[in-house]
């Protein structure tokens, strides 16, 4: 897998991987960083990492879950972010409340989008789920439009899957609902 800044997982063969190869990897590379931890703290703040390492281009990766009726910021790596999100606000309330992965090529032309990085140009945002409902969103961010495709989406969702399956998610704290 490569990864940018050297890191989880770096040496010198991956990083002479292509993007294609790294986005392929992430999934196992993820598994792999799970294993054998069940909580939630310790597995999303090390997924926010491993992914902020391994994608290029990209300004802020983390997480969001939901507490109450809304989002609260969780573990991310980047800038200062809003700390809590409204389910009908920006791509992340978006994603939550339609229970689906949202893929924005430009935020600034989504309605009602949140610019907590004016850097910000486009956008993949994953719902984590718990039993049948969104427990929260994985969040990714980039300085460059159009920067998500479906090589992403698919190794980001299969990401969150695997974090949706290794975590014992009564132990997280939040009202998970």
Partial sequence: ??????????????RAEGPDDALRDLPGAAQALLEGERHPLVNLANAAALLYETLRDVNWCGFYLMDGGELVLGPFCGKPACRRIALTRGVCGAAASQGRTLVVADVHAFPGHIACDAASRSELVVPLFHEGRVI???????????????????ALERVARALENACDWTRAGYRLR
């Avoid at 897998?1 to 991956?14: E, Q």
């Fill in 136 to 154: 929260g969103v994985l969040d990714v961010d980039s300085p460059r439009p159009a920067r998500f495709g479906g090589l992403e989406q698919d």
């Fill in 1 to 14: 897998m490569a990864v940018r800044n050297g890191g989880f997982g770096s040496t010198d063969a991956s």
